[in-house]
Nanobody, 123 residues
Framework: HVQLVESGGGSVQAGGSLTLSCEAP????????MGWFRQAPEKQREGVAAIDRDGITSYADSVKGRFTISQDNTKNRLYLRMDNLKTEDTAMYCC??????????????????WGQGTQVTVS
């Protein structure tokens, strides 16, 4: 598989919005599970949002109502719309892909490929 490539990160004030994008060529052709994870300094990586081929989504409690995961299968792109950002959302955000055949949950075990990440800083 070609590497996952994220973009769209940056610095924003609290209350602002950002949309992250992930190029996922070859990952969204068949069954799949796609997700976003984040890792802040000195903290463990945590799942943020996931979506499968049928469009079924799941979110971490901390982002429900503020973040929206979406996809464009025709373009092999995954998105994460982040609204009402908080300082605690500051982290490196990574795109992740899995086959989806074993399920699609916000746990690392469901994903086999990872992007390098894009930094989001909220002040």
């Amino acid at each position: 598989h070609v590497q996952l490539v994220e973009s769209g990160g940056g610095s924003v004030q609290a209350g602002g919005s950002l949309t992250l994008s992930c190029e996922a060529p070859g990952y969204m052709d068949r069954n799949y599970c796609m997700g976003w994870f984040r890792q802040a300094p000195e903290k463990q990586r945590e799942g943020v949002a996931a979506i499968d081929r049928d469009g079924i989504t799941s979110y971490a409690d901390s982002v429900k109502g503020r973040f929206t995961i979406s996809q464009d299968n025709t373009k092999n792109r995954l998105y994460l719309r982040m609204d009402n950002l908080k300082t605690e959302d500051t982290a490196m955000y990574c795109c992740a892909a899995g086959s989806g055949y074993v399920g699609c949950e916000l746990e690392r075990e469901y994903f086999t490929h990872w992007g390098q990440g894009t930094q989001v800083t909220v002040s």
